[in-house]
């Protein structure tokens, strides 16, 4: 049965668009079909991190106005076999996401995918609220720092009473921790949460910690999901995350220390 996820966070800048490519990437990597949405009608910005911008002619818009079907509109990924990616409109505004549209697209999808992921716009107006309406599970993407956190606590507040889940007295969204830009030196200097403060305060499981590495952002730079760097520590981290996800314990790491202390690998 196919899953919804939504990768949320609420703040801008904490690695949303990266985690959705990222995430996506690995569970395509693992055989599972895959779809990665962009709801960030207006900006669009996962086209460009999968590095398949040139391939957009229809959009996520398009799809739900009928001005294009969901054949024309989806993009195969080059690299994975089972990944594809239905970006989002540039010329539009994030009203033109309609819960009936949204519901008609999602039901078409179901039927193709094990996996669709919902990569959710910044902030807490109309365009994150249908990102996470009909998630059966979320990632709440934060950075270990104050306003970061915060902004994923309302996040959560929001996943309890705002989704489908929620109206309709159903099971709630499982939600879990993913912490990005993660550095134990800034932790050790005072200049950053630890992963305990955070998960503390948001009180969710933690499904994995991003290290903080300058891999993310090349390969943001060159439209390659970071997961296809198995190399990077970012990469490794992502996969690891992906393997948690989906049940299993992730394979040791050559490199030991925090990550794999708090982890228990």
């Known amino acids: 049965m196919a899953k919804i996820i939504v990768i949320s966070s609420g703040k801008g800048g904490v690695g949303k668009t990266t985690t959705s490519a990222a995430f996506g990437t690995g569970l395509a990597l693992r055989g599972h079909q895959t779809v990665v949405i962009d709801f960030d009608v207006g900006l669009r910005n996962l086209d460009l991190v999968?590095?398949?911008?040139?391939?957009?002619?229809?959009?996520?818009v398009n799809v739900i106005n009928g001005e294009g079907n969901l054949n024309q509109a989806l993009i195969k990924d080059k690299r994975v076999e089972s990944l594809?990616?239905?970006?989002?409109?540039?010329?539009?505004?994030?009203?033109?996401?309609t819960m009936k549209g949204v519901a008609r697209v999602l039901e078409a999808l179901k039927k193709r995918f094990d996996?669709?992921?919902?990569?959710?716009?910044?902030?807490?107006?109309?365009?994150a609220i249908m990102a996470m309406y009909f998630a059966d599970e979320a990632l709440i993407v934060t950075n270990p720092e104050v306003s970061s956190v915060?902004?994923?606590?309302r996040i959560i507040g929001m996943l309890s009473s705002k989704t489908r889940r929620a109206v309709q007295n159903?099971?709630?969204v499982k939600e879990h921790l993913l912490v990005t830009r993660y550095s134990n030196k800034r932790v050790n200097t005072g200049d950053m949460l630890s992963v305990e403060d955070v998960q503390e305060i948001l009180a969710i499981p933690l499904l994995g910690v991003i290290p903080e590495s300058p891999s993310v952002l090349q390969a943001s730079n060159a439209g390659i999901p970071?997961?296809?760097?198995d190399k990077s520590e970012a990469g490794q981290a992502y996969l690891d995350v992906v393997a948690r996800f989906l049940g299993e314990e992730p394979p040791p790491r050559e490199k030991k220390g925090?990550?794999?202390?708090?982890?228990?690998n």
């Open 226 to 229: 970071v997961t296809l760097d």
């Open 258 to 264: 925090f990550f794999s202390r708090l982890f228990g």
């Open 50 to 60: 999968m590095g398949c911008e040139r391939r957009v002619v229809y959009d996520f």
């Open 84 to 97: 594809y990616i239905l970006p989002a409109s540039q010329t539009r505004d994030k009203d033109a996401l």
């Open 150 to 153: 915060r902004d994923s606590d």
């Open 170 to 172: 159903l099971a709630p």
């Open 115 to 127: 996996f669709i992921i919902c990569d959710s716009p910044a902030g807490i107006e109309h365009g």
